[in-house]
Every structure is written in C-alpha cells, then in structure tokens.
C-alpha cells in the first residue's frame, strides 16, 4: 500500500490503529455469548472496530460473521433484503455445501436466486420480490440457529428501525427471535446516542436490559502519535508529535478526519524528511479546495430557514440552548417553532449530531470550510 492511512474502510491489522482493549472486550463477551450495543458518534470508527474484530484468530476460524449495514434502509423490507444479501455474500466463498444450506431454508425466495455462468447464486432481489419480509426474516434467523457454525452479526446503524413506520412491531419481533437464536451472538452498533439509548434502556422497550452497553470513546492523542509515527518510519519517513498532535485536536479526535488529513501529510511528505506543524493548516486547506463544490452544492439545496440555523450552529462550534431566546436573537434566527423544524430536518440529513443538548455540524471539514467562507 502507498499510503498506510486509510481513508476507506478497513485494510488489516497493520493498518488499524490500537483498540486494543475494545477489540480483547468484544472478543471475550460474544464469544461467551452476550449480545452488545455498541455506541458512538458517527466516524469514530465502529464498522473498522468490528471488521478488527472479525480477522481475530479466534473468531475468523470458529465463528461465521456477518456485518450488516442498514444506514440506507427505510423499511423491514429493505432491512430483510440487506441481511438476506449479505449473508449469502459472505458464505459463498466458503463452498457449495455452506452456501446451500442457507438457500435451502430460505423458502419464500428460492425461486428468486439467480445463478451467473459457474453456478454461483446471486442476491439480485429488488424490494418488490420479497412478498412476505415477516416471513423471510423467520427464515433468515432459522439459518443462523442452525447454521454449522456459531454466528456473530452486527447489525450497524441499528437506531434506523425506528423509522420503520408500517413494522411498528420490529424491536419485538427482533428481540424475540434474537432471544431464541441460540446459535447467534449480536452486535447492535449505533450513532445516534438519544435513540440507541431509548432502544436499550428504556423499560417500557423490548430491548431493555437484553444486552450489555459499550461505550466507544475517542483512540487516545498519546496512542494515535505513536500509531502515526510508526507508519511514517516504516515508509522511510518522519512526523513530528506535536503535528499528530495538532490533527488530532482539531478534529476533536474524530477518527475519519485525522486518518484523512495524515493520508494527505503522508502523501506530501518525500521520503527522508520530517512532516512538521507547519503543514498541517496547508493540508487542510489542500482538502477544503477538493470539498468545494461539493459543501457549496449542500449549502444550496438547503431551504433558507435551515440554512439560517445551519450557519448558526456552525458559528458557535458547539451550540447550546438553541431554541433559547438568547440564541435566536443573536443569530437573528426567526421563532421557536423555526428553528425546532429546521434542527429536526438538518439531523435527519445527517448535517449536524445532537449530544447532550450540544450540536454541532456532522461533518469537521464542512465545519471549517463554512468558517473559511461565510463566518
């Protein structure tokens, strides 16, 4: 690899940077069986943490996993044509005889698999082939308690049932068959604090108390220098602490956004010399240049009341009170109401995260690049 920070996923141990403690956690708690909610803001590297926890020795050799992501599901149905796909995915390069079994007890859809030129199935359902989600889903978990080997499934964004209007039901109904599935260990990995919260720890909630709560916090500054500094030695270069440092810290340690601004300290690093503090605030601006038009495209497509209270929060960094008079009158926002309908439609675009009453924009670079032009 060229560049040994990865701004794409996850590429393998060499690449990940500590965990240490979360990973040896996980590990030893699914694999005694206990099914976990694991919480975090988005970007602080969750989906990396648990594809960590798949490639353990212990788990890649005894367990199947699944890892299903259903950020962009709206309803059950698409909820059980992600979990259906994805599990066939994963089985078919381990064989025929692994892969069959789960079509064999996949019975509502049978007839829908396809097969391409070497006889290998293809999940190529649109929504409206699956008739019955209730009833593959029922299947779907009768795969998992019979497979032949244990299961661990991590179901990622899972606060994104709770959109799931016409399956009022679904926390019930998952809770159920999780609680019946012997066989299978899950992982329900969320972003959204307030919602994970009121899923697992509310008592009037299916969930309640049916899981143990992980908190993931931020990777340390101390663990992300030594992290960094080690890819820069291996490829024959260096980087000062304090410039780990000072990308940590602008970034509030969101992980997506240092490992994005030292892939591009790397990048204009020759080898043989030393990344210095000086030229982290020209990688960032070398980044803000090639969001441009993007964050300017967004900003345009924002009806104005949620523009206003968008720039507003933006200004302040982290906002408090927002529905305060105080606040309303020094950003000249208009009433209440206003801005309570612009704030619930930006969180649902994922534009600004909520924490404790504290917002701020979603996304650190569109932060500063909304302070660079307009504040």
């Not at 393998?12 to 240490?20: I, K, L, T």
């Not at 899972?158 to 009022?168: A, G, N, R």
Request: proline content about 4%.
């Amino acid at each position: 690899m060229d560049n040994p920070f990865v701004t794409k996923g996850y590429a393998g141990p060499e690449y990940f940077c500590d965990r240490v403690k979360e990973t040896s956690q996980l590990e030893e708690l699914t694999t005694n069986g206990n099914n976990i909610a694991l919480i975090s803001p988005r970007r602080v590297g969750k989906t990396d943490l648990i594809r960590h926890l798949f490639q353990q020795p212990r788990i890649k050799d005894k367990y199947y996993t699944f890892h299903i992501d259903i950020y962009a599901t709206s309803s059950l149905r698409d909820f059980v044509n992600v979990f259906g796909r994805t599990i066939l995915n994963e089985l078919k390069p381990k064989g025929k005889i692994v892969w069959e079994r789960f079509l064999h007890l996949l019975r509502s859809l049978r007839s829908e698999i396809t097969y391409d030129i070497n006889n290998f199935p293809t999940w190529s359902l649109g929504l409206g082939d699956i008739e019955h989600p209730e009833t593959t889903l029922d299947e779907i978990f009768e795969y998992l308690g019979k497979a032949d080997k244990p299961c661990i499934v991590c179901i990622d964004e899972f606060q994104q049932i709770t959109k799931y209007t016409e399956s009022p039901n679904i926390e019930a109904t998952l809770r159920t068959h999780m609680q019946k599935c012997i066989n299978a260990t899950f992982i329900f990995s969320g972003s959204k604090r307030h919602l994970m919260g009121e899923i697992f720890t509310s008592p009037s909630r299916p969930f309640y108390q049916s899981v143990l709560i992980m908190n993931l916090r931020p990777i340390s500054a101390d663990k992300y220098v030594e992290f960094a500094q080690k890819q820069f030695k291996k490829y024959g270069k260096n980087i000062e602490s304090k410039a780990v440092e000072d990308v940590y810290n602008r970034y509030d340690a969101v992980t997506s956004c240092v490992q994005r601004l030292l892939n591009v300290l790397f990048m204009k690093t020759l080898p043989n010399q030393c990344c210095t503090d000086d030229m982290v605030e020209g990688a960032e601006e070398y980044i803000l240049d090639l969001f441009t038009e993007t964050y300017s495209d967004l900003l345009d497509k924002l009806p104005e009341k949620q523009r206003e209270v968008f720039l507003a929060i933006a200004k302040e960094g982290k906002a408090k009170a927002i529905t305060s008079r105080s606040f309303i009158k020094r950003h000249h926002l208009q009433t209440v109401s206003v801005v309570t309908a612009a704030v619930r439609s930006l969180l649902d675009k994922d534009l600004i995260t909520e924490d404790k009453g504290v917002y701020t924009v979603y996304d650190p670079f569109f932060a500063l690049w909304l302070h660079r032009e307009f504040i």
